[in-house]
């Protein structure tokens, strides 16, 4: 029998976003997230979760009514539950709204019944010709992401929008984009490849000041939405959305580590001002051989504890066993990569790894590279691993 290997990509370049109608439910009856005073993004893919896939009718107060692909007919008051409105003034102005956008059109059929139609419904989904009851609370699908930014930049957005937004901005396995492999990064597509975003960017991009932006993302944090990895300096801060890939792909989500993240891109890791190593975040024992050429031997221990970290958190389960070892050693002239000058400024130094645990062969082996830079006004030196 042939075996298959499936792959599961979320890729940059795809025009329109898969989205879970349960998904969208969860985001209806969570009170904690706000929705009031957005940019219609959440209005609209609530609208758009309702919408039939193929020809279907509801009964309404004694009258059937015909509904057909991107279609839905609902009272009013739905609308208030669902947009968390108190009035149905309210809700009507968000209809209103929408339509100004052009994102749909709707109209009242009778007092306290409208019936609205999502714009270029056909284009993004699969409109089926036989009639049948469509599912409103399963199944899922396709918000364009054109139609997403441009609701994104007639105001505001809600904690909800925000949500929202960086959900359809997700990126899972596509290597344009740096730290994709590890977890579904948020990435807005500006070209460079790389998910790192400043509080400045976000705020423009969501209409708000810095600060309401860092209390945004700290609730959605606390809430479980996704978790925020930021850098000193001016690197930026990456977003990893939490709970993406179990809903999307139905798979088990992944653990996102920091400094691996930091690694993938090209963040520098800063040497601590005390000689000392610092104390290993595993439980094994881990042993620095003598010998190396310009890089410090407390140093390579930091870097080393630093990556020991990174294998324990990819599953690597003996360094978490008091009874195993991570040894470190320079890999001899022979080896590949090995160059004259190794371990000065800016030339990397190469280094074998090996995990031992409970037994003389060894377990696992890597190889490491380290490149000490140069020191910036004073301020010491730094390892780049």
């Known amino acids: 029998m042939a075996e298959y290997q499936l792959e599961i990509k979320q890729i940059v370049d795809y025009p329109r976003c898969r989205i879970y109608r349960q998904f969208v439910q969860n985001l209806i009856v969570d009170r904690s997230i706000r929705t009031s005073g957005g940019s219609g993004l959440f209005y609209f893919t609530?609208?758009?979760?309702?919408?039939?896939?193929?020809?279907?009718?509801?009964?309404?107060?004694?009258?059937?009514?015909t509904v057909s692909p991107g279609e839905w007919?609902?009272?009013?008051?739905?609308?208030?539950?669902?947009?968390?409105?108190?009035?149905?003034?309210?809700?009507?102005?968000i209809l209103d709204r929408l339509q100004a956008q052009g994102v749909i059109s709707y109209s009242r059929i009778c007092r306290g019944v409208v019936k609205y139609r999502i714009t270029d419904w056909q284009r993004h989904n699969t409109?089926?010709?036989?009639?049948?009851?469509?599912?409103?609370?399963?199944?899922?699908?396709?918000?364009?992401?054109?139609?997403?930014?441009?609701?994104?930049?007639?105001?505001t957005a809600s904690e909800m929008d925000a949500v929202l937004d960086l959900w359809l901005s997700a990126i899972y396995q596509d290597d344009r984009v740096a730290g994709s492999d590890l977890g579904p990064v948020a990435y807005f597509r500006n070209g460079?490849?790389?998910?790192?975003?400043?509080?400045?960017?976000?705020?423009?991009?969501?209409?708000?000041?810095?600060?309401?932006?860092?209390?945004?993302?700290?609730?959605?944090?606390?809430?479980?939405?996704?978790?925020?990895?930021?850098?000193?300096?001016?690197?930026?801060?990456?977003?990893?959305?939490?709970?993406?890939l179990s809903t999307m792909f139905q798979i088990s989500d992944v653990l996102v580590d920091k400094e691996e993240v930091a690694l993938r891109l090209n963040i520098v890791l800063r040497r601590p001002d005390t000689e000392e190593a610092p104390t290993a975040p595993v439980r094994g024992k881990i042993c620095v051989s003598a010998g190396f050429p310009s890089v410090s031997k407390s140093n390579v221990a930091m870097?080393?504890?630093?990556?020991?970290?990174l294998l324990a958190a990819q599953g690597v389960p003996c360094l978490n066993c008091p009874e195993s070892s991570l040894q470190l050693y320079p890999l001899s002239g022979d080896c590949e990569g090995m160059v004259e000058g190794a371990g000065m400024d800016g030339v990397p130094a190469h280094f074998g790894v090996t995990v031992f645990c409970h037994q003389i062969v060894p377990l696992y082996r890597f190889e490491l590279s380290i490149t000490p830079l140069p020191a910036v006004c004073g301020k010491g030196g730094a390892l780049h691993a």
């Open 73 to 93: 007919v609902c009272r009013v008051k739905e609308l208030q539950e669902w947009f968390r409105v108190r009035f149905q003034y309210q809700a009507l102005s």
């Open 46 to 65: 609530v609208l758009s979760s309702y919408a039939n896939f193929r020809v279907s009718y509801r009964r309404l107060d004694g009258i059937t009514y």
């Open 127 to 155: 409109v089926l010709d036989y009639n049948c009851p469509c599912q409103k609370d399963s199944g899922f699908f396709f918000l364009p992401i054109a139609t997403a930014g441009k609701l994104m930049e007639t105001g």
């Open 303 to 309: 870097v080393l504890g630093k990556v020991a970290e």
């Open 192 to 244: 460079t490849g790389n998910p790192l975003v400043s509080y400045t960017e976000l705020a423009q991009r969501w209409g708000h000041s810095r600060s309401t932006v860092g209390r945004m993302l700290k609730k959605l944090s606390d809430a479980g939405y996704l978790e925020l990895m930021s850098f000193p300096g001016r690197s930026g801060s990456v977003i990893y959305l939490k709970n993406y």
